[in-house]
């Protein structure tokens, strides 16, 4: 493998990377107002809460954002950490749909059935209809949808360019030797944990694992404490995005945290202990992408069987980690940006907050109207009150509108932000007359 293979390598991971991004994205545009509303019928109920998650998603491919997501309402006070818990295990099952579709590049075999679900098959033909659904299509929608199927074939070609790029490494003793050590549980998951941190994307590291089993180097001995690495790796989105978030947000984070550091404790423990009496030796047979796909969901999966039952035990870990004091209050942000990773989320909460402006505004009118018949300086003082309360609003909402607006929005949620601007500064004009 000479140097000109390693920068085909990195620009077929450039590829990949941004195909994701592409698709992720149009799926979450195409979704629009129907992810809102999936997310507004969050229960207390952990079932309920984990297809929930998975359903959110599955939709916009990757637990990172969703998890985000999670403690931007937590943070907001639109959600409660026992609500969040049973989100954050489905957002780590649901994000396995990725493995899934990506495996499809892997299948074997010479029937037109299996050449139709091979990517290099129908991934150019999605791209013709996606560029003409994208260049030549004034509705949005459509647009959306070949948006979609554009990241896509870019993300399927990435990751063939990559496989193609890292083929030649079979042959290359010290690749070989690198992924044998990987079969130390402790190193294999470091290795994918620090992958996964560095990259933000928990589906995109399982992506880069599949397309080097093209080499025939990795094992599923080694790819397995490889995938639970990963799934550790993936929080450090959330814990980042909760610095400076309050109590409950941070504790948001340390429950994703501790489901994953949990759920690969007790997974490799079990795997090691079965395999120490049963002897696994197909697990030193080569991995390749199906493989890898069924590791990474049946680690999920287990780990939520076991978790979910325990939700509470979860949130009381959480709670020890980062103690409750006596009288405790948490100043809840009315708007959190953590929330623009799902514009059409963040118009809804910035629309509700609106709706409490226009009704602080129609109070001040109603007990100013009242003092032309009668004064009274304590409703004066009411009134002076609800003005600067409506400035406060303007402020807020105009500022976290101005921030979204530079967001890539759909044509629906665009207007939208323009209307609700033009509106609270409707709402503040009447607060100050």
């Not at 999670?70 to 489905?90: C, H, K, R, T, Y």
Request: include cysteine; hydrophobic fraction near 50%; charged fraction near 15%.
């Amino acid at each position: 493998m000479d140097i000109f293979s390693v920068f085909t390598m990195l620009g077929g991971l450039a590829l990949f990377l941004y195909g994701m991004d592409v698709m992720g994205d149009g799926l979450e545009k195409q979704a629009g107002s129907r992810l809102k509303s999936i997310l507004e019928r969050a229960s207390k109920t952990p079932l309920r809460g984990f297809l929930l998650g998975a359903a959110v998603t599955a939709i916009i491919q990757s637990s990172s954002a969703a998890t985000v997501m999670v403690v931007g309402f937590v943070n907001s006070g639109i959600m409660e950490l026992s609500q969040a818990v049973g989100i954050i295990m489905g957002a780590n099952v649901g994000t396995t749909v990725t493995a899934w579709v990506l495996s499809l590049s892997g299948l074997q075999g010479d029937s037109i059935f299996v050449r139709l679900l091979k990517p290099s098959s129908f991934s150019p033909l999605l791209a013709v209809v996606g560029i003409i659904l994208y260049l030549f299509v004034k509705d949005n929608k459509k647009k959306n949808v070949g948006g979609i199927l554009l990241g896509f074939a870019i993300l399927m070609f990435g990751m063939q360019t990559m496989s193609d790029a890292v083929a030649p490494l079979k042959d290359v003793p010290e690749f070989t030797r690198l992924f044998v050590a990987f079969k130390n549980p402790v190193l294999g998951v470091l290795a994918g944990a620090v992958l996964t941190a560095i990259i933000q994307s928990s589906s995109a590291s399982v992506g880069i694992l599949q397309a080097l089993s093209a080499t025939g180097a990795i094992t599923l001995r080694s790819a397995v404490p490889i995938i639970m690495g990963q799934n550790i790796g993936t929080c450090v989105t959330a814990l980042l995005s909760a610095v400076g978030a309050n109590k409950n947000a941070r504790r948001t984070a340390m429950v994703h945290l501790y489901f994953n550091i949990i759920g690969t404790l007790l997974f490799l423990v079990l795997y090691s202990a079965a395999d120490a009496l049963i002897s696994f030796s197909f697990m030193d047979g080569p991995a390749d992408q199906i493989s890898i796909a069924v590791v990474h969901t049946a680690f999920n999966l287990f780990a939520t069987a076991v978790m979910l039952p325990f939700g509470k035990g979860l949130e009381r870990l959480a709670n020890l980690t980062i103690p409750r004091q006596e009288n405790e209050t948490e100043q809840f942000l009315a708007l959190d940006e953590r929330l623009m990773e799902a514009p059409s989320v963040a118009i809804g909460r910035c629309r509700d907050i609106t709706v409490d402006m226009a009704n602080t505004a129609r109070a001040s009118m109603l007990r100013a109207m009242s003092l032309l018949r009668t004064y009274d300086s304590e409703i004066a003082r009411q009134v002076e009150e609800g003005e600067q309360a409506l400035d406060r609003y303007e402020d807020e909402i105009g500022s976290y509108l101005v921030k979204l607006s530079s967001r890539n929005l759909s044509d629906n949620d665009s207007r939208e932000v323009s209307e609700l601007l033009h509106s609270i500064g409707d709402f503040e004009r009447i607060g100050d007359h």
